[in-house]
C-alpha cells in the first residue's frame, strides 16, 4: 500500500476558511429562512383562520339558500299539482269530473278519427237513490256513491274512463270499441256487478241503474253532442222501469224520447237541483283555493326574490372584507419582486401563488350565481398537465404529510399540454387530491399519475383507502351527496368538491370518471381532456417565463387616499420604486387640504372611505378644485359591473378592484390622463 499523501499546510488553511465562509453563509440563509417562515406564519394568520372561516360560512349560507330556493320550489310545484288535482277529481268519490271527461274525450274521438274506430259512452243514472238518501241519511248515501264509482272502475278497462258527472249520475268512456254492440255487453256487466253489491253487504240496500249509450262517430261528433245523445238514451231507459240499458241509436225520434219539463218526476227535478248546487259549491271551492294558491306563490317569489337580493349584497359585502387585508399582502410581494430586481425568491412565489389562489376564491364568491348557471369565466391558455399536477400536489401535500401517507406521482419526460384554465385544473386535479388523502388511512397510498391515450390527456389520482360501494358510485358527482362513512374517517365539507370538479372539467371539454372494487379497496378517479397535437406544443406550455421588470410609465404625481394604513403606505412604496412622487392621505378631510398643496394629477380614492366614500369626495374635489386637471381612479373591494358603472357615472376614468394587479395599475397609470 501506498502512504497516504500529507495536505500541504498552506491549502490545509485555506481549506479552513472556506469552511468557515460557508458555515457564516449557512447561518445567514437559516437565519432569512426562519424570517421568510416567520413572514408565512404572519400571512396565514392574516388570511388563514378569519378568512378561510369567513369563506366556509359564506359557502354555508350558500347552501342553505340554495336548500331553501329548492325546497320554496318543490312546495310550489306541489301545490300546483294539488291544485290540478283538486280541479279534474271528483271530492267524494275521487274519479275523474267532467273537465277530465272532456280532455279524455277529446283524446279519444281523436284517436278514433286517425285510426276510423269508434268509442261508446253510457250515461248512467242510479235507481232509487233519493230514497237510500232521505231513508239512511247523506253519508251513508255518499258511502253507496263511493262504493258504485269503484264498481264501476273494477269492471272496465284500464285505458277506459270512469267520470261522475254529479248527484248519482256516472259517465264511462269505452276507447276502441269494435262494434257498438260491445258497449251493450259492458252495461249489462254493469248491471249485474250491481246487483251483487247488497247481497255481499257492500250496499245497505240492492242498487240498479239506468243506462243511456252513444256511440261516437254514429250518434254524434262532438262531446257535448255525444253526452246529450246518452243522457236521452238514459231517459228511455228510466221509462222502462229502469235497471236497463238504451242505445241512443234505437230511439224513436219523437217528443217521447224525453219528458217535457213540466211532465219530469219532482224527485228528479230535487235531484237535478241539489246537483246543480253541489257543482257550484266546488266551483266557488276551486276558485277561492286557486286564489289562496295564487297568492301563496307570489308570497314564495317575493321571498326568493328577496333571498336572491340578500345572498348577492351578503356576497358582495364578503368580497370587500375578504378583499381588504389580501391588497397589502399582494403589494408587499409586488415591493419585494422590485427589490429583487424583477425576480422572486421561491417563498415568496409561494406567498403569491397562495394569496393569488385566495383572490380567485374570493372573484368565485361574487360571482357564485353564475357558477350555480354553469357561466364560469375560464381564463383559457396553453397549459402543461405537469405544471398542473405539480402544483396540485404542491396544495395537497400537506394534509398528506400529515396523515403519513405514500405518494408517488407518475408522468412522462415529454410532457403533455391541453387548452384550459390552469388555476381551475388544478382546483379541480387538488380537490381530488385531497379527497383521497381523507379517505385514505394513515399510512396508505395514493398515487397521481398523468399520461396520454391517443388524442386524450389523462390525470389519474388512485388510493388504497376505504373505497365506494357500488350503489354510492352512480351518485359520487352529485350536488351534496356524501357516502356514509366509517367512525375514523374525515368527513368534513358539504358534499360539493366532487360536483364543482365534474362541472369545471365538463367546461374545458372533458370528462372525469371513478371506479372501486368497493368498500375498503381503494378508488380511481380519472379525468380526460382533448390533448394538444404535436404541432400545437412545439413551444412550452405555459408555467410562465420568470417575472420581468415591467415598462415604467413616465413619472407621475399620485395621491392615494385609502383608509387602511397598510394597503395605501405599502401601494405608495412600490409606485415610489417605479419612480412617481406619491403622497399618502388617510382620510377624506385631510385628502381634500393636501390636493390644494401638492397638486396631483392622478388620485387614486378608496370608495369606502369613512364619513365621506370615494363618490362623495370626488365630487367635493371637483366642487373646490375646478381649475385642477386631476385624473380620478377608483380603489374597492367591490367588482360588480354596476359597481364599475356607478364609478364612471361619478366620473372616475378608471375603476381598479383591491388587491390591485400591478399589470392593470401600470396600465392605469400609463394611459389614465385629465382632460384638457
Excluded at 254529479?166 to 256487478?193: H, N
Excluded at 409561494?350 to 374570493?362: G, K
Amino acid at each position: 500500500m501506498h502512504p497516504q499523501p500529507q495536505p500541504d499546510p498552506s491549502q490545509r488553511h485555506a481549506l479552513e476558511e472556506e469552511m468557515a465562509v460557508l458555515a457564516r453563509d449557512l447561518a445567514q440563509a437559516r437565519a432569512e429562512l426562519a424570517g421568510v417562515q416567520a413572514d408565512l406564519a404572519e400571512a396565514h394568520a392574516q388570511v388563514g383562520s378569519h378568512q378561510m372561516y369567513q369563506l366556509l360560512a359564506a359557502n354555508e349560507q350558500l347552501v342553505l339558500d340554495a336548500m331553501r330556493s329548492r325546497g320554496a320550489a318543490e312546495s310550489t310545484a306541489e301545490l300546483v299539482a294539488e291544485l290540478t288535482r283538486t280541479s279534474e277529481l271528483d271530492p267524494l268519490t275521487h274519479l275523474p269530473n267532467r273537465l277530465l271527461l272532456a280532455d279524455r274525450m277529446a283524446q279519444g274521438m281523436t284517436h278514433a278519427r286517425r285510426n276510423h274506430g269508434r268509442l261508446a259512452l253510457l250515461f248512467l243514472d242510479l235507481d232509487g237513490f233519493k230514497e237510500i238518501n232521505d231513508s239512511r241519511g247523506h253519508l251513508v248515501g255518499d258511502e253507496v256513491l263511493c262504493t258504485v264509482g269503484q264498481c264501476l272502475v273494477d269492471v272496465v278497462r284500464g285505458e277506459d274512463t270512469v267520470c261522475r258527472l254529479g248527484g248519482d249520475e256516472f259517465v264511462l268512456l269505452l276507447t276502441q270499441v269494435a262494434e257498438a254492440a260491445d258497449a251493450g255487453l259492458v252495461a249489462e256487466k254493469l248491471q249485474s256487478t250491481l246487483a251483487a253489491l247488497a247481497p255481499a253487504g257492500r250496499v245497505p240496500s240492492p242498487v240498479s241503474a239506468s243506462i243511456g249509450i252513444s256511440v261516437y262517430p254514429d250518434d254524434a261528433s262532438n262531446g257535448e253532442g255525444l253526452i246529450d245523445a246518452a243522457d236521452r238514451a238514459m231517459y228511455a231507459s228510466k221509462r222502462a222501469g229502469g235497471g236497463c240499458h238504451r242505445f241512443f241509436s234505437m230511439l224513436q225520434h219523437s217528443a217521447q224520447e224525453r219528458p217535457p219539463a213540466a211532465r219530469v218526476a219532482p224527485a228528479r227535478q230535487d235531484e237535478r237541483s241539489r246537483a246543480l248546487r253541489d257543482a257550484n259549491e266546488r266551483l266557488v271551492l276551486s276558485a277561492m283555493a286557486a286564489t289562496a294558491v295564487a297568492d301563496q306563490q307570489d308570497q314564495l317569489l317575493k321571498e326568493l326574490r328577496d333571498a336572491a337580493k340578500n345572498k348577492d349584497d351578503f356576497l358582495s359585502v364578503l368580497g370587500h372584507e375578504l378583499r381588504n387585508p389580501l391588497a397589502p399582502l399582494l403589494t408587499t410581494l409586488d415591493v419585494l419582486r422590485m427589490r429583487g430586481g424583477g425576480y422572486e425568491t421561491v417563498e415568496h412565489a409561494t406567498m403569491r401563488r397562495h394569496v393569488s389562489h385566495m383572490i380567485r376564491l374570493v372573484d368565485d364568491l361574487q360571482d357564485v350565481a353564475r357558477i350555480a348557471s354553469g357561466k364560469v369565466d375560464l381564463r383559457m391558455e396553453r397549459v402543461s398537465l405537469e405544471h398542473v399536477a405539480l402544483q396540485a400536489v404542491a396544495m395537497a401535500r400537506p394534509l398528506m404529510e400529515q396523515r403519513r401517507q405514500h405518494f408517488v406521482l407518475h408522468h412522462p419526460a415529454e410532457g403533455i399540454s391541453c387548452w384550459g384554465d390552469p388555476v381551475r385544473l388544478t382546483q379541480c386535479v387538488s380537490n381530488l387530491l385531497i379527497n383521497a388523502s381523507k379517505y385514505t388511512p394513515p399510512g396508505g397510498h395514493v398515487a397521481l399519475t398523468v399520461r396520454r391515450e391517443g388524442s386524450q390527456a389523462l390525470v389519474t389520482v388512485k388510493d388504497d383507502g376505504r373505497g365506494i360501494s357500488a350503489a354510492a358510485l352512480p351518485d359520487v358527482f352529485n350536488l351534496f351527496f356524501q357516502e356514509r362513512v366509517d367512525a375514523g374517517a374525515l368527513t368534513d365539507g358539504l358534499g360539493v368538491g366532487l360536483a364543482l370538479v365534474r362541472s369545471l372539467v365538463a367546461l374545458h371539454g372533458g370528462t372525469v370518471a371513478v371506479s372501486s372494487a368497493g368498500i375498503g379497496l381503494g378508488s380511481e378517479f380519472v379525468i380526460g381532456l382533448p390533448a394538444l397535437a404535436e404541432e400545437d406544443r412545439t413551444a412550452p406550455a405555459a408555467s410562465g417565463p420568470p417575472p420581468s421588470v415591467p415598462v415604467q410609465p413616465p413619472p407621475r404625481r399620485i395621491l392615494i387616499v385609502d383608509d387602511n394604513y397598510d394597503a395605501a403606505d405599502l401601494l405608495a412604496e412600490l409606485l415610489r420604486l417605479y419612480g412617481h412622487q406619491v403622497w399618502v392621505a388617510t382620510h377624506p378631510v385631510a385628502a381634500l387640504k393636501m390636493i390644494g398643496t401638492v397638486a396631483p394629477d392622478l388620485a387614486l380614492l378608496d370608495i369606502g372611505l369613512p364619513g365621506m366614500d370615494g363618490y362623495e369626495l370626488a365630487a367635493r374635489i371637483r366642487q373646490v378644485h375646478p381649475d385642477l386637471r386631476l385624473a380620478l381612479v377608483a380603489l374597492s373591494g367591490y367588482g360588480r359591473a354596476a359597481d364599475q358603472d356607478k364609478s364612471q357615472r361619478a366620473g372616475f376614468s378608471a375603476h381598479l378592484v383591491k388587491p390591485v394587479d400591478i399589470s392593470a395599475l401600470e396600465h392605469v397609470l400609463s394611459s389614465v390622463h385629465a382632460a384638457p
